[in-house]
């Protein structure tokens, strides 16, 4: 696995269908019906180079079969992971459940990342 170049943790909150055809709007996203977000919070965006608009390729498994899809970065809140509702479908993801995001590479044209699902027993230890 690659040493990620930072990783965030925190309880999901969603960005919702209308949020996410407005943010494809105002992005001006090269597909118009453009709807999987992850929304950071301003400091983590900043401090990683992720500009609202960045398009990444994120990574992510669930029940043992690999996915990946490409979502826009747009902006987070009160510390909150934001994710749009059909990447929180995908992941079985409900609001306020922990997940974890991690920036694995900024080789090419499109950052890389993962996001996973944060479980009790990986808290518990």
Known sequence: MMSPIFEYTAPVSPILPGEAAQLAKNFACAD??????IGLPPSVKEAHGLPSATCVTVAFEVNGVLGSVTAYIAGGRGGML??????????????NMKATVRLLSRDGGRPQMEIHVVKVEDILG
Request: hydrophobic letters at 40%; zero cysteines.
């Open 82 to 95: 934001r994710l749009s509702t059909d990447l929180m479908e995908a992941l079985h993801l409900m609001p």
């Open 32 to 37: 118009p019906h453009q709807r999987t977000f």
